[in-house]
Antibody, heavy 122, light 111 residues
C-alpha cells in the first residue's frame, strides 16, 4: 500500500526558506503514470495547489503562478523522495503542507500524506 | 490563475440530496473531463471521491456522483447521512502553467 510522509522543520523564521521532503513507500516514485505534488492549507482555509513534478525531471515541473517565483520542487529517485522549497516566507505561508500523488491519466490526487503544520514565526 | 468557484456552504437533511457546483473556465473545467472532488473532515486528510468528472474510486459510496455541463461541474450526494458532513473541494486539470487548480471549498452541513 502506497504511503507518503512529509518531514521537515515545523517552525521557520520570516524571510527564511521552508523546506519539506515527502518520502514515498510501498511504490516507486519512478513510475511514468504519476506526478508528485504539494498542496497547502492555511488554518481555517481551503486547499491551495503549490505545484508538481514528474520523476523524469525539471522539464516536467509545474507551479502555481502565484507562488512560482518562490517555489522549487525537486525529486530524488534514489531515495524515493521529492521535496519542496519555498523562499522568503511570511506568516501567510503558515499552513498544513500535504504531499500527494497525482495520477496523470485522470489528473486527480489519489494518495495523500498526513500533512505537516509549518508555522512561520520569529 | 483564479481558483474554481464553489458555494461557501450548502446544507440538507438526512435522506435528502444536495448538489455542489464548481464553476471554472474554458481553460480548465470546460476544456477537459478531468474534474475531481475531495472530501475533508475536520482535521483529516482530503479523500478523493470523484475523478474524471463522474468516476468513483473503489470503496466510495455510489451515493456520490459527479457531472459536468460546460464550464460547471457538480457533485451530488444522495441519501444524505450525518457522516457526509465535511468540506468538499473540486479540482481540475488546467491548461495554465500550474497543471491543477482547486476550488475554494464548500462546507456541507447535515441538519
Amino acid at each position: 500500500q502506497l504511503q507518503l510522509q512529509e518531514s521537515g522543520p515545523r517552525l521557520v523564521k520570516p524571510s527564511e526558506t521552508l523546506s519539506l521532503t515527502c518520502t514515498v513507500s510501498g511504490g516507486s516514485i519512478s513510475r511514468s503514470a504519476y506526478y508528485w505534488g504539494w498542496i497547502r492549507q492555511p488554518p481555517g482555509k481551503g486547499l491551495e495547489w503549490i505545484g508538481t513534478i514528474h520523476y523524469s525531471g525539471n522539464g516536467n515541473t509545474y507551479y502555481n503562478p502565484s507562488l512560482k517565483s518562490r517555489v522549487t520542487i525537486s525529486v530524488d529517485t534514489s531515495k524515493n523522495q521529492f521535496s519542496l522549497r519555498l523562499n522568503s516566507v511570511t506568516a501567510a505561508d503558515t499552513a498544513v503542507y500535504y504531499c500527494a500523488r497525482l495520477h496523470s491519466s485522470a489528473w486527480s490526487l489519489d494518495s495523500w500524506g498526513q500533512g505537516t503544520l509549518v508555522t512561520v514565526s520569529s | 490563475q483564479s481558483a474554481l468557484t464553489q458555494p461557501a456552504s450548502v446544507s440538507g437533511s438526512p435522506g435528502q440530496s444536495i448538489t455542489i457546483s464548481c464553476t471554472g473556465t474554458s481553460s480548465d473545467v470546460g476544456a477537459y473531463n478531468y474534474v475531481s472532488w475531495y472530501q475533508q473532515h475536520p482535521g483529516k486528510v482530503p479523500k478523493l471521491m470523484i475523478f474524471d468528472v463522474s468516476s468513483r474510486p473503489s470503496g466510495v459510496s455510489n451515493r456520490f456522483s459527479g457531472s459536468k455541463s460546460g464550464n460547471t461541474a457538480s457533485l451530488t450526494i444522495s441519501g444524505l447521512q450525518a457522516e457526509d458532513e465535511a468540506d468538499y473541494y473540486c479540482a481540475s486539470y488546467t491548461t495554465s502553467s500550474s497543471l491543477v487548480v482547486f476550488g475554494g471549498g464548500t462546507t456541507l452541513t447535515v441538519l
